[in-house]
Each structure stands twice: as structure tokens, then as C-alpha cells.
């Protein structure tokens, strides 16, 4: 059965002038117009990497394992950026650093410790 293709000539791509996406820039560009508008060219942007900066975090139940027995923590002096609250708090510490999240401020202080928000 044909298809209404006739014989050899509705065997190969010549009938719908090639395969896939070929003539897409020449001879299908009135249907590429039409159905695909957005097919070709560059769509948004892409931030440069260097110019991103993620925090360096640290959890509350890290304090323990990390800084073994130590009161006083300079978390920025150490590297980290913010202080987060997962985890189980043991101890009351005095941290400084430059930002941290409600809950973590809220998990010292429970255990009789203090966050101070450097500038």
C-alpha cells in the first residue's frame, strides 16, 4: 500500500525535503517562522561563576565535633560565613559571626550561650 505516496517517490526524504531539521535555514524557514519562532539563537543568560558568592555554613550540632570543648568561637576567623540551626545543641557558646539563622540564635541561647552579629 502506498499512502497516496504513489511508488518510489514517497520512499525517501526528498519527498518532505530532508529528514528532521534539515532546511530549517533555507527552504522550511517560513515554517520554522511560523511553528518554532524560538528554534534558533541564544535565549537568556548565564551569570559568570566568579561573580557568585555562597555562604560557607556551619550547624549548630557541628559546634560539638569541631571545636571540641572550646567556649568562645570566632566562626569567621575559622571560615564560615553563617550559622545554621540543625542539630542538637550540647553546650553554651559565645559565637561570633557575621550571620545566622533565627533558630540557631534561638538553640545557643536555650543552652545559656550567645550570638553576636558581627557588622
Not at 517517490?9 to 528532521?20: A, E, M, T, V
Not at 553554651?92 to 550561650?113: E, L, M, N, R
Request: aromatic share 6%; net charge positive; charged share 30%.
Amino acid at each position: 500500500m502506498t499512502h497516496g505516496k504513489g511508488k518510489k517517490g514517497g520512499r525517501g526524504s526528498g519527498l518532505r525535503g530532508g529528514r528532521g531539521n534539515a532546511g530549517l535555514h533555507k527552504h522550511k524557514f517560513g515554517y520554522m517562522l511560523k511553528y518554532m519562532p524560538d528554534h534558533f539563537g541564544v535565549h537568556g543568560f548565564k551569570r559568570d561563576p566568579s561573580l557568585l558568592k555562597e555562604d560557607r555554613v556551619i550547624n549548630v550540632g557541628q559546634l560539638d565535633e569541631k571545636f571540641h570543648g572550646k567556649k568562645e568561637i570566632d566562626l569567621s576567623k575559622e571560615g564560615f560565613d553563617k550559622l545554621l540551626g540543625a542539630g542538637i545543641v550540647e553546650h553554651g557558646y559565645k559565637i561570633t559571626v557575621k550571620s545566622a539563622s533565627q533558630k540557631a540564635i534561638d538553640k545557643i541561647a536555650q543552652h545559656g550561650g550567645e550570638v553576636k552579629i558581627e557588622e
